[in-house]
């Protein structure tokens, strides 16, 4: 079912095409295997999942043969493909290109969580998460598919194909391996004051978990903060607590190799404070950290600069 998909020459990007191939191959794997079905207890139910496990393998090997026509047999005439944009094509009509095109294959994906239930005795509805690899050394793209198997003529055929894509977790992990250059232990001095920082992933690489204590000659501040993916906002956040009783949350960005983070914070008596932070890392081992354009209850506050060096 990829080559149906991810052939196609009707001008959509690799990704997109990726995204094909996730669900029409995806949709061939999980049949292979018992849990891609749901258990029936009647015995004429089972037949009928044998029969669309059965297509599933024939269509397997159909498509590892590159036989367009056995593929588009599996098809119904009017059988349809709608991508993750919204784009319903004709199956026929893709097989007809592939073969005039003599594609190859690409290679399988993963298909998750998947199901299969009965609309009705004619009627079975298969869907599942899945991700496909788009080349070496790329993240995988991951989406969701829903496939509409049909039997007609005591043959199980593929009438519907529809996609979705799913981007946040995939987007979230890739940005968030940039920050990997805060992790450590960090330590510097500014005015009287001695920074340590220690920054360390948790254990999914989900969060980038940053402990600090600033320590002047008769006070001290200490606090928590947490860095992660944002699926509202589709950016990097950071999460902020300190022992004096403030909080508060900031936006952070890549500008080419420097760091931002546009924060706000709300003080123990009630008062907020906005600021841009910016962060350059003029080698490995040193982390350069200012804050600019700060404010506290829209009047202006001092700018700092700390020089930390890694421990």
């Avoid at 990829?2 to 049949?31: E, F, N, P, Y």
């Avoid at 969701?144 to 007609?152: F, I, K, L, N, P």
């Avoid at 002047?216 to 607590?241: C, M, N, R, V, Y």
């Avoid at 200012?290 to 209850?297: F, T």
Wanted: proline share 3%; net charge neutral.
């Amino acid at each position: 079912m990829d080559r149906i998909q991810a052939h196609s020459k009707w001008g959509t990007s690799v990704k997109k095409m990726s995204l094909r191939v996730c669900s029409l191959i995806s949709l061939l794997g999980v049949l292979l295997s018992a849990q891609s079905l749901v258990a029936q207890t009647s015995g004429s139910r089972n037949y009928d999942e044998a029969g669309v496990r059965q297509a599933g393998k024939d269509y397997l090997s159909a498509m590892e043969r590159g036989d367009t026509n056995a593929l588009a047999d599996f098809w119904t005439a009017d059988g349809t493909y709608t991508d993750e944009t919204g784009k319903t094509l004709k199956a026929h009509g893709l097989l007809a290109k592939d073969k005039a095109t003599g594609t190859v294959a690409p290679p399988p994906s993963i298909a998750r969580r998947a199901t299969v239930r009965f609309i009705t005795d004619d009627v079975a509805v298969e869907e599942a998460d899945c991700e496909s690899a788009i080349g070496e050394g790329e993240a995988p793209v991951k989406g969701h598919y829903t496939a509409v198997w049909v039997r007609q003529n005591d043959r199980w055929k593929l009438d519907n194909v529809k996609e979705s894509r799913t981007t946040s977790e995939v987007s979230g992990t890739e940005e968030l391996a940039a920050l990997d250059v805060f992790t450590g232990e960090w330590s510097g001095k500014i005015n009287q004051s001695t920074v340590h920082i220690s920054a360390k992933w948790d254990a999914t690489k989900r969060f980038l978990h940053r402990e600090f204590v600033i320590t002047a000659e008769k006070a001290s501040l200490s606090g928590t903060q947490e860095i992660g993916w944002d699926p509202i906002s589709q950016h990097i956040k950071s999460w902020q607590f300190l022992d004096d009783g403030s909080y508060g949350d900031g936006f952070w960005s890549l500008e080419g190799t420097v760091w931002m983070d546009i924060s706000s914070r709300v003080l123990p008596d009630g008062k907020t404070s906005r600021a841009t932070q910016v962060y350059k890392f003029p080698d490995k081992n040193t982390l350069i950290w200012k804050l600019i354009r700060g404010s506290v209850n829209g009047q202006p506050a001092s700018d700092f600069e700390v020089v930390l060096k890694r421990s």
